[in-house]
C-alpha cells in the first residue's frame, strides 16, 4: 500500500506551486488588486472609415483563429453577412511552445500574427490577437478590435445577407452587446483566470444571472412573439426577425460552455439544458446557413486544454460530449 507523502512536503509543494501559479496567470492576462481578471487593451482598435478598397474582392483579409471566440464572432458575421466574395478569410493556427500565433504558410512575407502585427507598426511587446483585419492595399492591420470588427464588417457595403443591426433595433441590440460583452464573454475569463475566490464568486454570479435573464427574455419573445414571429420560427435577443449582433456575440460562448468553459472555468452552476429557451436558441443559431462550419470543437478542446498550462497542468484533453448532437439534442425534462 502506497504511503502518503509527509505533511510537511505538500505544504511546501502548494506553496510553491501556489506562487508559480500566480506568476503564470499574469502572463495570461493582468487583473487588478482584487484579483479580478482584467482583458488587455487591443492595439489597431479604433474603427476606420469604410476603405474606398471594399468593393474590390480580395481586398481585405479576415485572419481569424478557430479556437478564439472573440475571432469566431467576427468569422460568424462575415459568413451571415455573405463576404466570401469581397473579404478573404485566413486561419491562423496556435504554436503553445511560443505562445503566439502562426500561419500555416507564410501570409505577405510573415510566418506568424506577431511579425504580421510588427509589420503594421505595432509596439514592442504588443500581444498579437485574432481577430484581425489585414488591407492588403496598405499591407497592415487596419483593425483588431472584435466589438468594432464585427460592426464593420456589418456594414460592407457589399453585404448581402441580413443586416445585423437594424436600425428599428439598435437600442435594444446595444444594450444587449454591453452586457454580454462583460458579464458573459468576458465573464467567463474573469471566473478561469480569477486570482481570488471572490473575484470568482462575483464574476460566476453576474455570469449566470444575465444567462438566466436571457432566457426569460427569450422565453417571453417565444410566448409573445414580435412582428416578423409569429410563425413560430422561434426568438431572438434583441426582438429582431433575423439573428442580430447580439445574438452573435452570445454564440461563441455559449457553444464552448460544455466543451470548455464548463470544465476548465469553473462556470458550471448550472447546465445549460435548465435554461431551455436559451438551449432551443444555441440550436437554432448553430443551424443558420454557414454557421455550422464555423465550430471546431476539437480545436477548442485541443488549444484550451493543452494549451493554458496554468489552468491544466497535465495538459490531458478530457472526452467531451460530441458536438453535432450536443445542440440537436432535446433537453430532458425539468422537475
Not at 506562487?19 to 503564470?24: A, F, I, K, S, V
Not at 476603405?51 to 481569424?64: D, T, W, Y
Not at 431551455?276 to 443551424?287: D, H, N, Q, T, V
Amino acid at each position: 500500500m502506497a504511503m502518503a507523502p509527509p505533511a510537511a512536503l505538500v505544504r511546501g509543494v502548494r506553496h510553491f506551486w501556489h506562487c508559480q501559479w500566480r506568476q503564470l496567470m499574469a502572463g495570461l492576462g493582468p487583473a487588478d488588486a482584487q484579483g479580478r481578471y482584467i482583458r488587455p487593451a487591443p492595439v489597431f482598435a479604433t474603427l476606420p472609415p469604410q476603405s474606398a478598397e471594399a468593393g474590390r474582392p480580395g481586398g481585405h483579409v479576415l485572419i481569424v483563429g478557430r479556437s478564439c471566440p472573440w475571432a469566431h464572432r467576427a468569422w460568424i458575421t462575415w459568413t451571415l453577412r455573405g463576404l466570401q466574395p469581397w473579404v478573404d478569410l485566413q486561419l491562423v493556427e496556435p504554436d503553445p511552445q511560443a505562445g503566439r500565433w502562426r500561419f500555416p504558410q507564410p501570409f505577405e512575407g510573415c510566418a506568424t500574427l506577431l511579425d504580421l502585427y510588427r509589420r503594421s507598426g505595432a509596439p514592442a511587446g504588443t500581444r498579437a490577437t485574432v481577430p484581425a483585419l489585414y488591407g492588403r492595399s496598405g499591407q497592415t492591420i487596419v483593425l483588431s478590435e472584435s466589438a468594432r470588427l464585427i460592426e464593420l464588417l456589418n456594414d460592407w457595403p457589399q453585404a448581402s445577407g441580413p443586416d445585423l443591426a437594424p436600425e428599428t433595433h439598435r437600442s435594444a441590440i446595444e444594450t444587449w452587446r454591453q452586457r454580454l460583452q462583460g458579464e458573459v464573454n468576458d465573464g467567463v475569463y474573469r471566473c478561469g483566470f480569477a486570482r481570488t475566490q471572490a473575484a470568482y464568486d462575483e464574476a460566476e454570479a453576474a455570469l449566470f444571472q444575465c444567462l438566466e435573464d436571457a432566457d426569460r427574455s427569450l422565453a417571453a419573445a417565444e410566448a409573445n412573439p414580435p412582428p416578423g414571429l409569429e410563425d413560430g420560427g422561434g426568438a431572438w435577443l434583441a426582438g429582431t426577425a433575423n439573428p442580430s449582433l447580439a445574438d452573435v456575440v452570445l454564440f461563441p460562448t455559449l457553444i464552448r460552455l460544455e466543451m470548455v468553459y464548463s470544465p476548465l472555468f469553473g462556470c458550471s452552476r448550472r447546465p445549460l439544458w435548465q435554461l431551455p429557451a436559451l438551449w432551443r436558441w444555441r440550436s437554432r443559431f448553430y443551424g443558420l446557413p454557414g454557421v455550422a462550419a464555423t465550430c471546431a470543437s476539437e480545436h477548442w478542446r485541443r488549444d484550451y486544454f493543452g494549451a493554458l498550462f496554468p489552468l491544466h497542468p497535465s495538459g490531458i484533453v478530457p472526452a467531451g460530449p460530441d458536438l453535432s448532437t450536443l445542440v440537436q439534442a432535446q433537453p430532458p425534462a425539468l422537475p
